[in-house]
């Protein structure tokens, strides 16, 4: 009996997101803390002001491991926008320990990178990660100095 009582419970948290109400993007989310469905193509043209606010942040949360051109603690990030979706990025860099089990490239870049945690300083809100993937497509577009 216990164990039906587990099951149905199981089957119930796994059909529960299919009867709730399509939400919007901005809510708040209820998966908190889980992989998210962003779009593939970048849902918005690049914003030059954005990007600008991106810099700074990508400065203040990025660069201890990140530089632009060379391989440090993680990979050099220039570029990286023509290589990974948007879906991909974002879900890099809001859940990087959820993203690097899940998806087959992080998980590869994850082993060439000695497992390294990707852990950013104080978190990111998605305003903040969208802002820093602008920067980052700026820099991309303008190549290598
Ligand atoms: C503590 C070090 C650390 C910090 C801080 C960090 N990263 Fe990373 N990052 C890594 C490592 C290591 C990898 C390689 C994959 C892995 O092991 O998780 C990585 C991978 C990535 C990738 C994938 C690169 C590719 O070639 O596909 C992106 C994009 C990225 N980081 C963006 C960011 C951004 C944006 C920030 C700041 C908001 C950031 N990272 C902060 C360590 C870090």
Known sequence: MHKYLVLMAFVLVALL????PKKKQSEPAI?????RNFPDVYPEPLNELRAERGKVIYQNKCTTCHDLDRKIIGPPLRGV??????????NMILYPD?????DS?????HK???Y???IIPDGITEDQAMAVVDYLRLESQKGAP
């Open 81 to 90: 926008t023509q290589r990974r979706t948007y879906n991909w990025l974002m």
């Open 98 to 102: 959820q993203w690097v089990k899940t």
């Open 17 to 20: 997101p299919a009867c709730s």
């Open 112 to 114: 060439e990178y000695n």
């Open 105 to 109: 490239i992080a998980r590869a870049l």
């Open 116 to 118: 390294v945690q990707m």
């Open 31 to 35: 998966l908190e803390n889980t992989l």
